[in-house]
């Protein structure tokens, strides 16, 4: 008996340890944002040199497209959208950024060359301010 | 000669059917995270493996039982049905994932949506379970599946230096988000010691009609084998960490995973990374696929063999048959391979205990490995990895949901 309980305690103070350093909901869907725009740029900037076919550009920005969605869905999920500021502004970041992707796959498509290099300028300048 | 040769073909099939959808993306998740700090986890992971790969096969060459069928013989049908149950649903996560990965890396190269693939893959896949002996599967896809050595590749020129190699297999640490952290070694371990390849493995054995002469060789394709492909699984944790993280990309999909190796191999990156996952992949989900049969047939007490006509294994084939199937049908429902990918991993952390445990008692009967019981730092190092395999299946969930 005492045994289980030594390991039980121990169990629950490794979580709560864990659980203390641990990022919350929003850091993460913060970093995941940034993950996609890092993806996203990556990406337009290998296709603009040639280092990277248009498939794969094209699919590569659709699933970002997808993981800005997603950020996106889970972020709204919350009650807690209105009352919270921080959320309600990555909010509107994933929005932007699934437009951008949008507007940058269309162009790759279309080998939309200089079409491309603006928009990665806008987003390299909102990414900056 | 011919039984070095054996063993040379062995290491390498090891090699090159080691990378697979789990540890592809948990390695290359690892690296995105936490740079070099979790290379110790692979090759923790690999070590365990190692150990239960080398049982697992004596137990086969000596008893001419694979692991079900040994389980079933020693336990007795409850345990049976457990262990079955449990490492079936598996296996079809497991599949469903890799056809998923194998589909993606002809997205990747073609951008037509992975569904379209699914079928195609099938068919090849069952063209290869049909037609195929156990050598064409075995070697043969992991001859092919070397070119996952392009990891290894990648790493070696981007040059990641011996110190800071030497530091990420010392475990340390994290500077942040330390449930992650813990979350993806348990899944590093997870994704590498599957119980698929356990009972492939020993299956292999009985299929080649190994025997108290081939030990030898077991033990050095267990070791050599399986320590030569935790590299391939270091190369991509490697390339992850000195591409992707700089960049701040984390690893939440194929597609970014794929770039990591655009500033290695510049416009050849997407077509390496693709054939490696395509050929990783293909491989898993035909061994997997074959070792559901093997599951089914050795539970039941079928006929089964991959080197006998099929129409001599009839229950056995259709018992693959149906598992490649079902694994289509998932695969086309398009679910996300990456994250279906962690699920099984962490299904396989919980089952790792029932895996493991039933080792203890069948490595120390004489019914089963004659003269070559474990002998005191087997059984030390099984009894260790029976406890510490308990607390991972403790801990794998919440740590699923604190990391995120």
Redesign the interface.
Known sequence: MAVKLAVIVLINAGFLAAACGTATDLDRQTTAIESVRATTMAVADAWLDGEVSTPYARAALERAYELAQDCRSSLTRSPLRAADPRRAALIDQCERLARQIALLSAATASGDRDGIARLRRQESARASS | VKKIGNVVLGVITSIGGFVEVGSISTSMQAGADFGLQLLWAVALAAFIMAILIEMSGRMAALSGRSLIAAVRDRFGVHVLLTILVAELVIDLLLATAELGGAAIAW??????AFSWWVLPICAAAAVLLWAGTFGVVENGLGMVGLITLVFVWAAWKLGPGGDALRAGLIPSLPD?????Y?FIAVGIVGATASPYLLNFYASGAVEEKWSEGDLWSNRITAFLGIGFGAVVSMGALVVAALVLRP????V??Y??A??SF?PVF??R??LLFAAALLVGCFGAAVEITLNAGYLFAQAFGWAWGANKHRRDTARFTAAMTLVLVAAGLCAVCGFDPLRLTLVAVGLTVILMPVVVLPFLVLMNDGRFVKHHPSGPIGNALLAALTIAAA?MA??VV??EI???
């Open positions: 997205r990747l190269l073609t951008g037509v942040h988000d330390p449930a992650r813990a960049r701040g990309i984390h939440d999909s597609e970014q794929a770039f655009v510049g416009r990156g997407v607390v403790l801990v919440p740590l604190l990391g995120g």
